[in-house]
């Protein structure tokens, strides 16, 4: 299973909105909504932003939305703030998970 | 709450094996379906594998197959993540995660070098 495809990088300024797309096949991000997002910080584990296409778990700010169209699916992250700065991972999860490559955000 | 903490740092020659421990609290690891992530120095994350409710099987990785194993033990509600024929690419951080990925242990170094 090939790893689902990101953009390396994005950015975005202070208050603005940024959308990380995670690319995938009709074998996986196309056939099921099952598809989560996860926001890691140097040095720290992975923290679960999204699940099951667009859910925000309890806890995560409503600034963070998730949708799919297709074998895309896309995470967006509104009104920036600094400490959105980090690497996002996207998964695609039916039996065998496939991770993104990642994308590392950057505020501006 | 879910806990997972993991064991600390090793240090492994190329072609040993190693033995990454998970140890599971505020919850029975029977409750849990456990999965191991690993993440090389600079690199993003990669599935090695994980326990399938939906089969009761444990399924890996096909890039891992024949490498790894996991085990768990529910007497001390913990999981254990086994490497063997290691190699100098081997060398990352080493993460358990229950199965939605929404707990994880703090990761643990394996660093193979000869």
Aim: hydrophobic share 30%; proline share 4%; net charge negative.
């Amino acid at each position: 299973q090939s790893a689902l495809t990101q953009p390396a990088s994005v950015s975005g300024s202070p208050g603005q909105s940024i959308t990380i797309s995670c690319t995938g096949t009709s074998s996986d991000v196309g056939s099921y909504n099952l598809v989560s997002w996860y926001q890691q910080h140097p040095g720290k584990a992975p923290k679960l932003m999204i699940y099951e296409v667009s859910k925000r778990p309890s806890g995560v700010s409503n600034r963070f939305s998730g949708s799919k169209s297709g074998n895309t699916a896309s995470l967006t992250i509104s009104g920036l703030q600094a400490e959105d700065e980090a690497d996002y991972y996207c998964c695609s999860y039916a039996g065998s998970r496939v991770f993104g490559g990642g994308t590392k955000l950057t505020v501006l | 709450q879910v806990q997972l903490v993991q064991s600390g740092a090793e240090v492994k020659k190329p072609g040993a094996s190693v033995k990454v421990s998970c140890k599971v609290s505020g919850y029975t690891l029977t409750e849990l379906s456990m999965h191991w992530v690993r993440q090389a120095p600079g690199k993003g994350l990669e599935w090695m594998g994980g326990f399938d409710p939906e089969d009761g099987e444990t399924i890996y990785a096909q890039k891992f197959q024949g490498r790894v194993t996991m085990t768990e033990d529910t007497s001390t509600d913990t999981a254990y993540m086994e490497l063997s024929s290691l190699r100098s690419e081997d060398t990352a951080v080493y993460y358990c995660a229950t199965e939605a990925f929404d707990y994880w242990g703090q990761g643990t170094l394996v660093t193979v070098s000869s």
